[in-house]
Structure formats: structure tokens, C-alpha cells
């Protein structure tokens, strides 16, 4: 193809996906199929790959891509941004009407009246019809540049559509906010992998639109409304709605749901509709916005300090702990606990904004009666945790089926497991939810004891990807390392031989470190002495467990849940294909044979040449156990440097007592 028909075929697709996207982001009413779309965007694509030198600014492809900010820059704004001084009170609109008549000496003012929404304000620059820069309000004066993060919002044209032709130089005033289905949808999201949801929406778009990284913003579901020219090189349109009329013309969104009112009876009407229909809006607003419509008025009667004297925000009546649970759905906890969580209509309690509570457990739940769609009372348990006092009952409500917790994880899909009122996700290797508590745990002292690997670190390695399952810690390398904060050529070279150090555990601390439920470091020990191995482990059934002594049924159940989740097989297959070799039980080979085997040991006094969990590891490795009391069946007592009254206990009951160095012989070691 020559390079005419090659730009050719650019600038056509190009124009076709913008207009594609006004009428799927702006106009709410697509022409073509997601197929279609999808193709001819995969066409724009793999042309800009093949001619990169094609590629331009304002290209849908660019919408996402920009490497990671280390700071968001401080920039001027053309012309400040005033806040709008705020009523609530019918009163106080006839005297804001009145006002304007007396200063602009006129019998009536025509007001052109808009939803306020409740998001982010911004200022976007167009030069030449492409979007060139965009910042948050910040003081008024100054914001923070946002222009890559912008550029990922789809409802926001890198292009001015140029069928009327656009001016040079734009710079227009806006909105970010989230539509309420699509926060609802992020704080679920959000929930059910254990994390903080969002307060509100406008926290939500504020988080979204202000972050390093435009991949995460591109992930976050946001969309722009524009309302104000702040300055063009073209002459300004003479009223507000005309203003509207043409920022509409040029492809920019501007608010639907708007009325142009000749009288102030109207403005009022038109506040009291819109207030009526507020719980059935797509997004969240907080009242109306009222503007003398003449522009020259507006320059006639000016600015005060911080805010223009021609506009007004008109509020609503603040929700108050009544609200509605438009959706329930499953929290997935850092140990796999599932809690049940009401995502909220947001309502004020307290001077504080919420949009969640939690209902503790399923029982909870179903005391109350609390379904999808009810009306509720919230409280602020303690005045901090929020939580739903009762259900409110509306006459004549057609209520939603009763809530019943899920059979499987709404994270991994692992199956369920239950103790008493409380659900568990079995999938605790594999658990998104769960990864970071999992790596932490199987790390600790008592179980992999792998040193270096904290709580910061883990979260990084998480965050980052660089750690999916537990078997990728043995896929880490020096450079996977040294990308993170804290590390340096040598602390990454001392993790890496901690990580490689622990690839042929002990089968109790290895047990202990899968964190499956009820099984501690005692547990763990019973199960490494009873069998020869991880496998014949992972063979047994409920059954099995429970013949042995100490464990119960509530334990041998979890054991058996744990295995009979394949996903957990499958994460200690991936360990073994790390390299990792987890040591036999004491019950293999010839281990019952050893001297020490059922001999029960009691340690006193300090140790030179072994710690604590040394000589207890060497004990119970050679099928013995250790005991912190002495008794007639304690076979020997180990005494140390300064040994307590065990010593004396051993000794009226004519227990054996072994020196250190004599304990060093009995397993056949040396003195170290």
C-alpha cells in the first residue's frame, strides 16, 4: 500500500472510531456492534504499528500508554476557577433573584439552570481542535496537571469535531465524575478482594483521576461533562445556553438533563423536579446550578473573591441515615474469611458519607432480613464502623429473594468451607484476596522462616505482579528485585539466598506454612510425625485425621477441605516445579527405628551451641517430642547454663539428664 493510501486508511479510521465514540460515550446511542468497533479499531492498530512514524497525538490508540508519573506537576490556569457560593433554602433563591434584578435594574432575569454533579472539577485546553493539556482545580489559580490521565477518559475527544468549524484556542471548564452503576460495580470490585472501598463516587473519580499511573486510571470507569467556556479565540457565544449549544456542536459531552427558565418560578420548579427524580439518575448530584443566562450580565455583575456574583449552587436536602442496599456482595478477607457487605444509595451519618456496611456474617443477615433493594436504617457502630440497624419497610415494596452466601469464591472460585457463622474460601494459596497474608505466612519464622520477606516487601512484590502464587518466589530474580523500593545489589542477593535456603523444608514447617485452617505449629508437628510424607498427606481423607490422636473433627474437616480443593493440589505441584522439595515425615523408612523415636524430651536453662527451635527441630526430626513440663513420662532432661527447678523435678523423679554436649552426642552431632 503507498504511503498516501496508508495515511489515507489512518486518517479514515480515525474519524470513524471518534465518531463512534461521541455517539457511545456522549450520545448514549451506538450505531455499530462491539464487534465492529473492535475490528476497526484493531485495524487502526496494526497500521500504527507497522508506521509508527504516522502515529499522532490525537490518535484513539493514544489514550493509554504514558510511562508513570514520579510527581503531578503544578500548573497556572488561564483563568481562575471560582467555587459557587451555596443555598439551600426556597427564600434564599427569591433573594439571590432579587438581587440580580436590583443590580442589573431589569423586572426579570432569564436563568439557564444544570444538575451540579457531584465530582472533580477540571480545566481542558484544545489548540487546533486536539486536546493539549488538562489539570484539576487545585487552589483556582493553580492545579495539577492530569492530561495523561485525561486522555484515558473515553467520553473526552482528543479532537474537536470540525463539521462547524472550532476555534484555534480552547479552554473549557468541566467535570469528572462516576456513574453510580459503574461504582457500585469498581466498590465491588474493590470488596470482595478484601479492600477499602470508596466512600462515595466523587472519592472514587478523585482517586482515579489523580493517580502516577495512567494504566489505573484507564482501569477506573470515568466520564467528563463540560459546562463553561473560560476562554476562545473565537467571539463567545451572548448567553450560557448557547454556550452549552456549541461545546455540544464541537463534540464535547455538556449536561443533558438542563432547562432554560425566564422566571425564577422556574428555577424552583425545576429544582424540585430534579430533586424528585435524583435517586433515579445514572450519576450522583448534590443539587442544581443557577446562571443569569445573558453572558454580558454575567460580566455586568461580576466576580467576589472566590466565586462569581451571576451563579449559585442550589442544594438538595442532605440524605440522612436512611438509604437503599443496591447490592450485596462477598468481602474476602486477608485469612479467606467471607463477610457479607451492603453496598449502599450514599447517605450522610455523622457528617461522614457512606456507601457500604458491613452485616459481620450470614447469620447476621438473615436475622435482620436485609435483601437487595431495601430501605434501611444506618448506624455508625461505636461511631466508626458503619453498619445497617434494621430494614425500614416501604408499603407496598415488591421485595428481592433472601441473600445466601456463594458456594464458591467470587475471587478464585475456590469452593467454600463454613465454622459455625462463618464462611471461608478454601483457596487460600491461590486467593487473589489472600496472596499477600499467604506470602506473609508462609514466610514467617515458624513456618519457610524465609528472612527479608515483610510485610512491605510482599506488598510490592504483590502490587507489582512479580509474585502471583507462592511458587513465583522461586522464580524471582536480582533484577525482578532491585525495581523495588528498599533494595539494593546486596539485599536483594541476601533475600534470594533466604528464598533459595528454604526449597527443602521440614514437612511441619512446610504444613504450617499452607496456613490451612486449625492447623498451627502443633498440629503441623502431629501430622509430620503420623505420616511419611506431603503426598500420603495429601491422600488421606477426613476419616484418616480423625483417628489420630489430638485431632478432632472440626480439624480433620478442614484438613480435608483444604485437599480436596484442586487448586490447592495444583499450588503445591507449581512449588515442586520451583524446585521445592518438602522433607519426609518421620513415619519413612526407617525413622521409627530411631533411638529417639517416642522418647520425650524437656529442655532447662540456657543453650550454648543450639537454639530452642534447633535442638526441638532435631528432636522431633528424629520421631521424638519436646515437652515444657517434666512428669514420670518425660524420658530425659536436657539442663543448660543456669538451669530452673525442672532440673530438681528431674531429679526427685529420676528422670535422665543429658549435658548439652551428651544431648549433641544423642542425635550424633558435634559440638559446634
Not at 273 to 278: A, F, G, L
Not at 394 to 416: K, L, W, Y
Not at 502 to 530: N, Y
Amino acid at each position: 500500500m503507498a504511503h498516501a493510501d496508508i495515511l489515507s486508511r489512518l486518517n479514515t479510521l480515525r474519524d470513524e472510531i471518534r465518531h463512534h465514540d461521541y455517539l457511545y460515550y456522549v450520545k448514549d446511542r451506538p450505531d455499530i456492534s462491539d464487534s465492529q468497533y473492535d475490528r476497526l479499531f484493531r485495524e487502526l492498530i496494526e497500521l500504527e504499528q507497522a508506521h509508527p512514524e504516522l502515529v499522532t497525538p490525537d490518535s484513539p490508540s493514544q489514550r493509554v500508554g504514558a510511562s508513570p508519573l514520579q510527581e503531578l506537576v503544578k500548573v497556572p490556569h488561564e483563568q481562575p476557577m471560582l467555587s459557587l457560593d451555596s443555598i439551600v433554602e426556597q427564600n434564599e433563591v427569591l433573594t439571590f433573584d432579587q438581587r440580580m434584578k436590583r443590580e442589573l435594574e431589569t423586572m426579570s432575569v432569564e436563568y439557564s439552570v444544570e444538575p451540579k454533579f457531584d465530582g472533580l472539577s477540571i480545566e481542558l485546553v484544545y489548540d487546533h481542535g486536539i486536546f493539549t493539556r488538562g489539570a484539576t482545580r487545585g487552589d483556582g489559580t493553580t492545579g495539577e496537571d492530569v492530561t495523561v490521565n485525561l486522555r484515558t477518559i473515553r467520553s473526552l475527544p482528543l479532537q474537536l469535531q470540525s463539521q462547524s468549524g472550532f476555534p484555534d484556542h480552547l479552554v473549557v471548564r468541566g467535570e469528572v465524575y462516576m456513574r453510580l452503576d459503574d461504582f457500585q460495580t469498581l466498590n465491588r470490585r474493590i470488596t470482595e478482594r478484601g479492600g477499602d472501598a470508596f466512600a462515595n463516587p466523587r472519592n472514587a473519580a478523585s482517586g482515579s483521576l489523580r493517580q502516577l499511573d495512567s494504566t489505573i486510571t484507564a482501569t477506573r470507569p470515568l466520564v467528563v461533562t463540560c459546562y463553561e467556556i473560560m476562554a476562545v479565540s473565537l467571539p463567545v457565544p451572548p448567553t450560557h445556553w448557547e454556550e452549552l449549544e456549541i461545546l455540544a456542536q464541537w463534540g464535547l459531552p455538556v449536561p443533558t438533563h438542563r432547562r432554560l427558565c425566564p422566571l425564577i418560578e422556574g428555577v424552583m420548579a425545576f429544582h424540585l423536579e430534579t430533586e424528585s427524580i435524583r435517586d433515579t439518575l445514572p450519576y450522583e448530584i448534590d443539587g442544581v446550578v443557577v446562571k443569569v443566562n445573558r453572558r454580558d450580565w454575567q460580566s455586568r455583575l461580576g466576580m467576589k473573591s472566590r466565586s462569581p456574583r451571576w451563579a449559585i449552587a442550589y442544594k438538595f436536602t442532605p440524605r440522612k441515615e436512611i438509604t437503599i442496599v443496591q447490592d450485596i456482595v462477598i468481602s474476602v478477607g486477608r485469612t479467606g474469611t467471607l463477610t457479607p457487605v451492603a453496598l449502599l444509595k450514599p447517605v450522610e451519618v455523622g457528617g461522614v458519607t457512606i456507601s457500604r456496611a458491613t452485616m459481620h456474617n450470614a447469620d447476621e443477615v438473615a436475622r435482620k432480613d436485609i435483601r437487595i433493594g431495601d430501605t434501611v436504617k444506618v448506624e455508625r457502630a461505636g461511631d466508626v464502623i458503619p453498619a445497617i440497624a434494621e430494614r425500614v419497610p416501604v408499603s407496598g415494596e415488591q421485595r428481592n429473594a433472601p441473600f445466601h452466601m456463594p458456594d464458591h469464591c467470587p475471587v478464585c472460585g475456590s469452593t467454600i468451607g463454613r465454622e459455625g457463622a462463618y464462611f471461608y474460601c478454601t483457596g487460600h494459596l491461590i486467593c487473589g484476596a489472600q496472596l499477600k497474608g499467604a506470602i506473609e505466612h508462609f514466610a514467617s519464622k515458624h513456618a519457610l522462616n524465609i528472612d527479608g520477606l515483610g510485610k512491605k516487601t510482599v506488598a510490592q512484590l504483590v502490587d507489582q505482579e512479580l509474585v502471583r502464587s507462592l511458587g513465583d518466589l522461586y522464580r524471582l530474580t536480582k533484577d525482578d528485585l532491585v525495581t523495588l523500593d528498599g533494595f539494593a545489589d546486596r539485599s536483594a542477593t541476601l533475600l534470594l539466598e533466604s528464598i533459595a535456603a528454604s526449597t527443602t523444608p521440614p514437612l511441619d514447617r512446610f504444613l504450617m506454612g499452607l496456613g490451612i485452617r486449625q492447623v498451627g505449629q502443633h498440629i503441623a508437628k502431629i501430622l509430620a510425625r503420623e505420616f511419611a510424607s506431603l503426598e500420603e498427606i495429601m491422600l488421606a481423607d477426613q476419616e484418616r485425621f480423625q483417628h489420630i490422636r489430638e485431632i478432632g473433627p472440626e480439624i480433620s474437616e478442614c484438613l480435608a477441605t483444604y485437599w480436596s480443593e484442586p487448586r490447592n493440589r495444583d499450588a503445591i505441584v507449581q512449588l515442586k516445579k520451583s524446585g521445592v522439595r518438602v522433607a519426609p515425615g518421620l513415619a519413612a523408612g526407617d525413622r521409627k527405628k530411631s533411638p529417639l523415636a517416642g522418647k520425650t524430651f524437656v529442655f532447662t536453662g540456657g543453650l550454648d551451641y543450639f537454639s530452642r527451635d534447633d535442638a526441638q527441630q532435631a528432636v522431633e526430626t528424629m520421631g521424638g517430642r519436646v515437652s515444657s513440663s517434666v512428669s514420670k513420662k518425660t524420658s530425659y532432661v536436657v539442663a543448660g547454663r543456669d538451669p530452673g527447678s525442672k532440673l530438681e523435678q528431674a531429679r526427685t523423679l529420676g528422670v535422665t539428664i543429658l549435658t548439652e554436649q551428651e544431648f549433641a552426642s544423642l542425635i550424633g552431632r558435634s559440638e559446634k
